[in-house]
Nanobody, 122 residues
Framework: QVQLVESGGGSVQAGGSLRLSCAYSAYTYYMAWFRQLPGKEREGVAVIYSATGFTIYAGSVKGRFAISRDNANNTMYLQMNSLKPEDTAMYYC??????????????????WGQGTQVTVSS
């Protein structure tokens, strides 16, 4: 079992920045951020592989968002810069202790946080 607790969401104007945090309770194979709009499927935003620190980003956020992990404090981060109104969504932290499939598929992960809302106004 892996417990995940997100924090750091909020409201910001376009062009601004936010940093999301995800506290985790155990070592994982990979950890990722997803986002979801009402009535839509969850979209993979970024992933970090625990053993290597390798990261991958969705094209829509590449160059603006940065995923990182602090093993000493068991916390993963998503630094979001140059935010756009289309980044508005509920953001979820997710992880698993074994490889469950492609990083951008929600079905690849068994453990999810409760979500944190990000709202970007124009």
């Amino acid at each position: 079992q892996v417990q995940l607790v997100e924090s750091g969401g909020g409201s910001v104007q376009a062009g601004g920045s936010l940093r999301l945090s995800c506290a985790y309770s155990a070592y994982t194979y990979y950890m990722a951020w997803f986002r979801q709009l009402p009535g839509k499927e969850r979209e993979g935003v970024a992933v970090i592989y625990s053993a290597t620190g390798f990261t991958i980003y969705a094209g829509s956020v590449k160059g603006r968002f940065a995923i990182s992990r602090d093993n000493a404090n068991n916390t993963m981060y998503l630094q979001m810069n140059s935010l756009k109104p289309e980044d508005t969504a509920m953001y979820y932290c997710t992880a698993d202790q074994r490889y469950g499939g492609s990083w951008y598929l929600g079905s690849s992960y068994r453990y999810w946080g409760q979500g944190t809302q990000v709202t970007v106004s124009s």
